[in-house]
């Protein structure tokens, strides 16, 4: 009853700029954190960015000054801002958002399904 839908991935030259989005949506009731993770083929998944409840931020060491992590709480959205790409940066990337159901008295981790980021050299 809670989606996750994460948009905005695609293929671009390093150096360049893309902007991922991703939307809750359904019974969720609050959120607690949202974050994007990355996977690249033969790699664990990573953290990349997170945001809390407070607006505190927190990056990996490899994306601090590049990317920017937002949200919009009226539309239940979060932003990865990524620029400066880079060919190390291609992997697929996952949103992720705490949250509680309307159903339910804890807080749960929720994914999507991800989106495709490819930088060429």
């Known amino acids: 009853q809670v989606h996750v839908v994460e948009s905005g991935g695609g293929l671009v030259q390093a150096g360049g700029s893309l902007r991922l989005s991703c939307a809750a949506s359904?019974?969720?009731?609050?959120?607690?954190?949202m974050a994007w993770y990355r996977q690249a083929p033969g790699n664990e998944r990573e953290l990349v960015a997170n945001?809390?409840?407070?607006?505190?931020?927190n990056y990996a060491d490899s994306v601090k000054g590049r990317f920017t992590i937002s949200r919009d709480d009226a539309k239940n959205t979060v932003y990865l801002q990524m620029n400066s790409l880079k060919p190390e940066d291609t992997a697929v990337y996952y949103c992720?958002?705490?949250?509680?159901?309307?159903?339910?008295?804890?807080?749960?981790?929720?994914w999507g399904q991800g989106t495709q980021v490819t930088v060429s050299s």
């Open positions: 945001i809390i409840s407070t607006g505190s931020t």
């Open positions: 992720n958002v705490v949250g509680r159901s309307t159903r339910a008295q804890t807080f749960q981790p929720y």
């Open positions: 359904g019974s969720i009731f609050s959120i607690a954190a």
